[in-house]
Nanobody
Framework: VQLQASGGGLVQVGGSRRLSCSASGSEFTINAMGWYRQAPGKERELVAGISSDGMTRYTDSVKGRFTISMENAKNTVYLQMNSLKPEDTAVYYC????????WGQGTQVTVSS
C-alpha cells in the first residue's frame, strides 16, 4: 500500500488548512486511517484517527479545531485543520492500517504568527 499525502504549507495563526492522503495499491482493505505529527525534538503523536465505519478519535489539543474524514470509495483521508496555532507546527504523517501498518511521506505544516 502506498500513501500519498498533500496539503501542507505555511499558514498564519488562526488560519485553516486541509490535508489529504490517498492510498493506492492492489488487493487491500483499509481498516483505519489516521494522521500523526512530529514536531522538532518531540515524539510522533496521533492527531486524529478514523475507522472504516466512521468512528473517530482526536488528541485533546485538537478537539473542536480539527476534523478527520474519509472517503472509503477513494481510500482517501482528510484532515481539516481550523484555528491553527503555532504549536500545531509539525510534520504531519498519514497512516493506514490494513493487515499491516503503512506510512506516507510527511507533509510540513508551519503555523506562523
Amino acid at each position: 500500500v502506498q500513501l500519498q499525502a498533500s496539503g501542507g504549507g505555511l499558514v498564519q495563526v488562526g488560519g485553516s488548512r486541509r490535508l489529504s492522503c490517498s492510498a493506492s495499491g492492489s488487493e487491500f482493505t483499509i481498516n483505519a486511517m489516521g494522521w500523526y505529527r512530529q514536531a522538532p525534538g518531540k515524539e510522533r503523536e496521533l492527531v486524529a484517527g478514523i475507522s472504516s465505519d466512521g468512528m473517530t478519535r482526536y488528541t485533546d489539543s485538537v478537539k473542536g479545531r480539527f476534523t478527520i474524514s474519509m472517503e472509503n470509495a477513494k481510500n482517501t483521508v482528510y484532515l481539516q485543520m481550523n484555528s491553527l496555532k503555532p504549536e500545531d507546527t509539525a510534520v504531519y504523517y498519514c497512516n493506514a492500517q490494513t493487515f499491516g501498518n503503512h506510512w506516507g511521506q510527511g507533509t510540513q505544516v508551519t503555523v506562523s504568527s
